[in-house]
Nanobody
């Protein structure tokens, strides 16, 4: 059982920056895939950034070029640096871990942290 705890959310003005953290309860070195999702009010949950344990990263079109995902194995933490924030980035942001890369049904979710982009 891996517990994921997100932090760093809050109120930020449009154009501002914010970094979210996802702290895992155990080593993430061997977790194949970790990702950030978000869910805006009235919308479906959206996958926005992925990091694999070989260093590969990918992003949704909606955040490409503005957000950066990173994994610090020594701290058992995954980050997402969010720049040039827009009002439409307002959402609850969730951390996700898939240790086996889809070969097992066991995955883990954090409880989320709210990001509110508003002036």
């Amino acid at each position: 059982q891996v517990h994921l705890v997100e932090s760093g959310g809050g109120l930020v003005q449009p154009g501002g920056s914010l970094t979210l953290s996802c702290a895992a309860s155990e080593s993430i070195r061997d977790i194949y895939l970790m990702a950030w999702y978000r869910q805006a009010p009235g919308k479906q949950r959206e996958k926005i950034a992925v990091t694999l344990n070989d260093g590969f990263t990918s992003y949704s079109v909606s955040v490409q070029g503005r957000f950066t995902i990173s994994r610090l194995n020594a701290a058992n933490t995954v980050y997402i640096q969010m720049n040039s924030l827009k009002r439409e980035d307002t959402a609850v942001y969730y951390c996700y871990a898939d240790p086996a890369g889809g070969t097992s049904p066991v995955v883990y979710w954090g409880k989320g942290t709210l990001v509110n982009v508003s002036s």
